[in-house]
């Protein structure tokens, strides 16, 4: 292929790499986004893996074999120090110590690729503690306890962000662009990328996980709903967009009628005000993402009527794709050549991802992860969760049942009790705390 000049962003990665050295990610998880953003690394300038952090070094090895590097590229380091010199070497070192990762003075930003809530948050607290940056592919925790984590980040100095080319991050791009045009937005979500099966559990798509090289239980989490209810309320907390409904509508609306469908009542459509976010499982919109926007002048309507962007007055922004882990090194970048965030959760959240039974549960049960056979996450207003008590999704692991909960009830903090062990749990449990003491 002929070679051709970078130019824009790819440029100033290299020119900064140049000028000062690689930016070096420490990987946290090496899973099927943790490998991608292994092999994805290996294929740009100006940026490298210094190190992961998982369990067994059985799958880095494979991702950095995979990346195409020589044997021997992957090295056991259990220190910082020891991680350092690793990194000087050239090579990635391969440790199971999360806190060592973090501590380590070569690595510039941390990725969490772990997709627990309390890992999550541990490592996020981590990484702000030693000066570092972080990308959260983690959206289970972000929703969770984001704000804090943010704010934590923001008295530290340094950057706390979500992932590009995970899609609320993606969604948020096409919200930016519609508000720096002068549009009003009435809607913004994406599109379902799997049938949606409210009930699926993992047991049945073994099968399926295995050739997409997948966990069974994280494709559940996509199919059952679960992972639309949490990017959308990640979404509502950076935007102050909010759920219309308790679980959204969910619409099969496609890319030619999205726009006549999620707008207003008032505009001939579904929802009851502008500022909406939702999801749509009609074909042609997923795997992407869209805005739907409302210029706020006729002669706006009409040109963009005319340029077939749709029949107006609401129009469908829409991103055709997202990348996933694939777009994560970009939010890596960007933190620590500008110090900015692709996405961080406002101060004061405005939604919440509660959690509904797939069946029945019995007192003294508890609780298995996102995805398994217990829940499946809910998407509601903030207001709304207050009111029901509901208990976060992202605490929902390692609950035990309180009292008996019919299949399609909402669990909350009076038929279940979160587990205190959890660091995840007791931030939560403070951030509670001084909403109550704010809100009176």
């Given at each position: ?10 440029a100033e ?69 020891a ?23 070569r690595?510039d ?17 981590e990484?702000?503690?030693n000066?570092?940056?972080?990308v ?6 972000d ?46 979500g ?22 997409r ?16 209810m ?28 999205l ?39 006729d ?44 996405m ?29 056979s217990?829940?499946r ?5 903030w ?36 587990d205190?062990s ?19």
């Amino acid at each position: 292929m002929t070679a051709i000049d970078r130019i824009g962003f790819a440029a100033e990665l290299d020119a900064y790499a140049r000028a000062n050295r690689p930016i070096t990610i420490g990987l946290a998880g090496a899973g099927q986004m943790g490998t991608d953003i292994v092999v994805q690394v290996a294929l740009m300038a100006g940026i490298r893996v210094g190190a992961i952090a998982t369990r067994s070094p059985a799958r880095p090895l494979a991702a950095i074999a995979l990346a195409g590097h020589e044997s021997g590229h992957g090295r056991a380091a259990a220190t910082p120090e020891a991680i350092d010199r690793v990194i000087d070497a050239g090579g990635i070192a391969l440790t199971d110590d999360l806190a060592a990762l973090c501590a380590a003075g070569r690595i510039d930003v941390v990725v969490d690729a772990t997709g627990s809530p309390d890992l999550g948050t541990f490592l996020a607290l981590e990484a702000i503690r030693n000066g570092k940056h972080i990308v959260m592919l983690n959206v289970e925790a972000d929703i969770t306890v984001g704000r804090h984590l943010a704010a934590e980040a923001k008295r530290a100095g340094v950057v706390y962000t979500g992932s590009a080319g995970d899609e609320p991050a993606a969604t948020l791009e096409l919200i930016a662009f519609a508000q720096s045009l002068g549009m009003d937005v009435v809607a913004a979500g994406k599109g379902k990328n799997n049938p949606l099966r409210i009930d699926a559990v993992p047991s049945e798509y073994e099968e399926e996980a295995l050739a997409r090289d997948m966990n069974a239980r994280m494709l559940v989490e996509f199919i059952d709903g679960s992972k639309t209810m949490v990017e959308m309320t990640a979404i509502a907390n950076c935007t102050g967009l909010v759920p219309d409904i308790a679980g959204m509508h969910g619409p099969a609306a496609t890319v030619d009628n999205l726009a006549q469908v999620l707008c207003t009542t008032a505009d001939g459509g579904i929802l009851s005000g502008p500022g909406r976010v939702d999801y749509t499982i009609g074909k042609g919109v997923a795997p992407g993402v869209f805005c739907i926007a409302r210029p706020r002048h006729d002669r706006a309507i009409e040109r963009m009527a005319d340029l077939k962007v749709g029949p107006g007055p609401c129009f469908a922004l829409v991103r055709p794709f997202h990348l996933t882990s694939l777009e994560t090194p970009l939010s890596a970048a960007r933190a620590v050549m500008y110090r900015r965030a692709d996405m961080v959760p406002l101060d004061r959240p405005v939604a919440e991802c509660g959690a509904v039974a797939k069946r029945d549960l019995k007192p003294g049960e508890v609780l298995g992860r996102i995805g398994e056979s217990d829940y499946r996450g809910f998407a509601m207003t903030w207001a709304d969760g207050r009111a029901s008590r509901a208990l976060p999704l992202g605490l929902a692991e390692k609950a035990r049942v309180s009292q008996p909960i019919k299949s399609g009830e909402r669990l909350t903090h009076d038929n279940c009790t979160a587990d205190d062990s959890l660091l995840v749990t007791r931030i939560r449990r403070e951030l509670d705390a001084a909403d109550a003491r704010f809100l009176g």
